[in-house]
């Protein structure tokens, strides 16, 4: 997969998602360089940068899978500026969680909904997930399996 296509996927399926409550609200993700996640899979197999604690607690999970613009539909970022800034996002809904994570030690031990959530941006971003957080702590970051 070209560097441009991992990224682009990546930012719709990790970054640029919002999240509903009763209220829209957005959940703080941060944002790595955009060589960072090809290094880690070449060094690595796997990347590793789910930041679950954050979400628990919300009704739904928006996921942005694709773009819509000008009458076309884009899997990836539309490639020019000009056709990004007029974009739509196309978003995937995901069921939330209300359990509190920061307890886990083990991905298994996670809600079904969260280890969903982890499964899909597997599957969109098309590289595995090594590690999930569940607080700051060391012991509260989970290999995933």
């Known amino acids: 997969m070209s560097l441009r296509r991992w990224f682009a996927a990546a930012v719709c399926a990790a970054v640029l998602f919002l999240v509903h409550t009763s209220a829209l609200r957005a959940a ?3 944002m790595e360089g955009e060589d960072a996640p090809r290094k880690s899979v070449e060094q690595h197999g ?24 000008y009458g076309q539909t884009f899997d990836d970022m539309p490639p020019h500026q000009s ?3 007029e974009a739509s996002p196309i978003y995937e809904v995901l069921e939330g969680w209300h359990e509190e994570i920061d307890g886990c030690r083990a991905f298994d031990d996670l809600p079904k909904q ?8 597997e599957e969109l971003v098309r590289v595995p997930v ?16």
């Not at 969260?114 to 941006?121: D, H, I, K, P, T």
Request: aromatic share 12%; glycine share 10%.
């Open 46 to 69: 796997w990347y590793n940068s789910v930041k679950l604690d954050v979400l628990s607690g919300l009704e739904s999970l928006k996921i942005c899978t694709g773009y819509r613009a």
């Open 28 to 30: 703080s993700i941060w």
């Open 114 to 121: 969260a280890q969903g959530y982890v499964r899909r941006m």
């Open 130 to 145: 090594g590690v999930v957080s569940v607080g700051p702590a060391r012991e509260q970051s989970l290999p995933v399996t």
């Open 83 to 85: 056709v990004f800034h």
